[in-house]
């Protein structure tokens, strides 16, 4: 039987041969945690960047995968939709995988959930590893058991005892239900109940209380707080159970300490806790917004609104980049990063690096775009200091001055549909402007069909929308996002478009700028959740709520 397909590839990463001349591999049982990538140690990062093959279930391949290198191979013990054979072992598939992988010279990441160092499974990998002469090394990751009741904000100390529920010997829940320790118990959520019932006949009271958290460590967490007498009609009347799916993983935390939560959850209390939010801007101009709705608790998806392609006649841009060389320009300013992109692949054609911007004075029109041209080897000369937009850089722009500027031309490479705004106020302190189209901007294609009935059914719960061509082209090639959808402008101009698209715009910046427009995505997300608790509803996302008809847009 070959119970999974390991996709590999040849790479200068694998071990040299030993001195019997056979390749000598290794193998590294990493610990992924409990499934938030934010928690993996920097060791397991190392340990990650060097791996030839990747050995894990699916959802720890997709926490660790980001870390490693593209052309790293993979392989599933139990791959999606296969079914091994009747008595065979899942450890002993992955066991088989890890050491054909290194008895070909491999340097094989093993990734377990959790910590390796408390997986019964990873013990006996690492037993047969052993056994067969491979060597092999263990990065302690965060469990379960820890790391669960953390982000739910119970916390652990003074007398704690684990039980995993699926083994534990009856002499075990007795052990449990007569102490008075704070308990930990591995479970699923559909057992919970059942491991409840056997605490209190061993010896809990009945209104002992415990959480139950489930995703533990995503922005799918989920925790419930009851009693061990009450957690079953809790599960019940909050609809938890029953289920379709199968056993769900739960961590449940018995003891008096798991009253601490209402002063101590962290996590999911969050302004954008478990939101998906739509941000159609390309993943490379969405990276640190991305990462700041990360941090509110958001689960950002990226949809490109435009496609940039070269200009329709390149003659000019080409120009331009040879008079850089000739000392033509006094500065050259960029307003995006699709700008220095343009710049440097028109470098790269003739054969010329960074080295090219000697003397000549560079200006950014933003933190982003000041960090792709220090990619690119340049360190800008001037970032504006207030606002970044074409108005701030004109702000601490200097006016030409005859005596110390030797050269009274700039040189702008941009889109071919930018505003006149940086042009016009450039020639008013004295400067000659080459305004240069060093890229065109296109409508993008439609993102796949999931995410169009998404934005039209309601499945994200907000969208920010950070120009006016962004809702214009978001909704010729997807759509209108459904009116449970909160709608977040970065400024007035953008608002207005909305509206003339029949949006009702919920939240706008309070300046133009994208992490102004999030930080009051999530002010809005604050109040809203404030406003439930108050009203002792309970609190749940925009696109948990499905309203009988559109509400129209705000006139």
């Known amino acids: 039987m070959n119970p999974a397909a390991v996709v590999t590839t040849d790479t200068a990463g694998a071990a040299a041969a030993g001195p019997s001349g056979t390749a000598s591999g290794h193998v590294t049982f990493l610990g992924?945690?409990?499934?938030?990538?934010?928690?993996?140690?920097?060791?397991?990062?190392?340990?990650?960047?060097?791996?030839?093959?990747?050995?894990?279930?699916?959802?720890?391949?997709?926490?660790?995968?980001?870390?490693?290198?593209?052309?790293?191979?993979?392989?599933e013990p139990c791959a999606e939709g296969q079914v091994l054979d009747p008595g065979t072992q899942?450890?002993?598939?992955?066991?088989?995988?890890?050491?054909?992988?290194a008895r070909t010279g491999k340097r094989v990441v093993r990734?377990?959930?959790?910590?390796?160092?408390?997986?019964?499974s990873a013990a006996a990998e690492m037993l047969a590893c052993a056994h067969a002469g491979i060597p092999f090394e263990v990065v302690p990751g965060v469990s379960a058991a820890l790391g669960v009741?953390?982000?739910?904000?119970?916390?652990?100390?003074?007398?704690?005892?684990?039980?995993?529920?699926?083994?534990?010997?009856?002499?075990?829940?007795?052990?449990?239900?007569?102490?008075?320790?704070?308990?930990?118990?591995?479970?699923?959520?559909?057992?919970?109940?059942?491991?409840?019932?056997?605490?209190?006949?061993?010896?809990?009271?009945?209104?002992?209380?415990?959480?139950?958290?489930?995703?533990?460590?995503?922005?799918?967490?989920?925790?419930?707080?009851?009693?061990?007498?009450?957690i079953a009609a809790e599960l019940k009347a909050t609809k938890a159970l029953p289920t379709p799916e199968g056993p769900i993983a739960a961590i449940a935390v018995v003891g008096e300490r798991t009253a601490q939560r209402r002063h101590l959850s962290w996590f999911e209390t969050k302004p954008?806790?478990?939101?998906?939010?739509?941000?159609?801007?390309?993943?490379?101009?969405?990276?640190?917004?991305?990462?700041?709705?990360?941090s509110y608790g958001a689960v950002p998806h990226e949809v490109p609104t435009i496609a940039v392609e070269p200009p329709r006649t390149p003659q000019q841009m080409e120009r331009a980049v040879k008079g850089l060389v000739t000392g033509r320009y006094?500065?050259?300013?960029?307003?995006?990063?699709?700008?220095?992109?343009?710049?440097?692949?028109?470098?790269?054609?003739?054969?010329?690096?960074?080295?090219?911007?000697?003397?000549?004075?560079?200006?950014a029109v933003g933190e982003q775009t000041a960090q792709a041209l220090v990619e690119f080897g340049v360190k800008p000369d001037l970032v504006p200091s207030g606002e970044q937009s074409a108005a701030g850089l004109l702000d601490d722009w200097p006016p030409y001055d005859p005596v110390f500027d030797p050269i009274d031309r700039v040189f702008l490479p941009r889109a071919d549909i930018a505003t006149e705004t940086l042009v016009a106020g450039l020639v008013e302190l004295g400067w000659e402007v080459d305004d240069v189209t060093a890229y065109r901007t296109v409508r993008a294609s439609p993102p796949p069909a999931d995410t169009r009935e998404a934005i039209k059914g309601g499945g994200f719960d907000a969208v920010l929308f950070t120009s006016s061509s962004t809702v214009r082209n978001l909704v010729g090639?997807?759509?209108?996002?459904?009116?449970?959808?909160?709608?977040?402008?970065?400024?007035?101009?953008?608002?207005k478009t909305a509206e003339e698209h029949g949006l009702r715009v919920d939240v706008m910046a309070p300046e133009p700028s994208?992490?102004?427009?999030?930080?009051?995505?999530?002010?809005?997300?604050?109040?809203?959740?404030?406003?439930?608790?108050?009203?002792?509803?309970?609190?749940?996302?925009?696109?948990?709520?499905?309203?009988?008809?559109?509400?129209?847009?705000?006139?």
């Not at 899942?90 to 992988?101: C, E, G």
């Not at 090639?477 to 608002?495: D, M, R, S, Y």
């Open 477 to 495: 090639i997807a759509g209108k996002p459904h009116n449970v959808t909160v709608i977040a402008c970065i400024g007035p101009a953008t608002a």
């Open 330 to 363: 006094e500065w050259i300013a960029f307003t995006s990063v699709n700008a220095v992109k343009a710049v440097r692949e028109k470098f790269e054609e003739y054969g010329l690096d960074a080295r090219a911007f000697a003397g000549i004075k560079v200006a």
């Open 149 to 230: 009741p953390a982000y739910a904000g119970v916390p652990l100390s003074g007398d704690v005892r684990f039980v995993d529920a699926s083994t534990a010997s009856d002499r075990c829940w007795t052990e449990a239900g007569a102490s008075d320790a704070t308990l930990v118990v591995s479970t699923t959520l559909q057992t919970v109940a059942a491991a409840a019932a056997e605490l209190i006949a061993c010896g809990r009271k009945p209104d002992t209380a415990l959480t139950v958290t489930v995703a533990g460590t995503t922005t799918r967490q989920r925790t419930w707080s009851a009693t061990l007498a009450g």
């Open 111 to 120: 990734a377990i959930a959790g910590d390796p160092g408390m997986d019964s």
């Open 90 to 101: 899942l450890s002993a598939v992955a066991s088989q995988l890890v050491m054909s992988s």
């Open 32 to 75: 992924a945690g409990p499934g938030d990538p934010g928690l993996l140690t920097l060791r397991a990062v190392e340990a990650l960047a060097r791996a030839d093959v990747l050995v894990g279930d699916a959802p720890v391949l997709d926490v660790v995968r980001a870390h490693a290198r593209a052309d790293v191979g993979t392989a």
């Open 272 to 294: 954008l806790f478990g939101w998906r939010v739509l941000v159609p801007r390309t993943k490379e101009q969405a990276a640190s917004l991305s990462d700041q709705l990360r």
């Open 514 to 555: 994208v992490h102004a427009l999030a930080q009051a995505l999530a002010d809005f997300g604050t109040a809203r959740r404030e406003a439930a608790e108050q009203a002792g509803d309970p609190v749940t996302r925009p696109s948990e709520r499905r309203p009988g008809a559109r509400r129209r847009a705000r006139v």
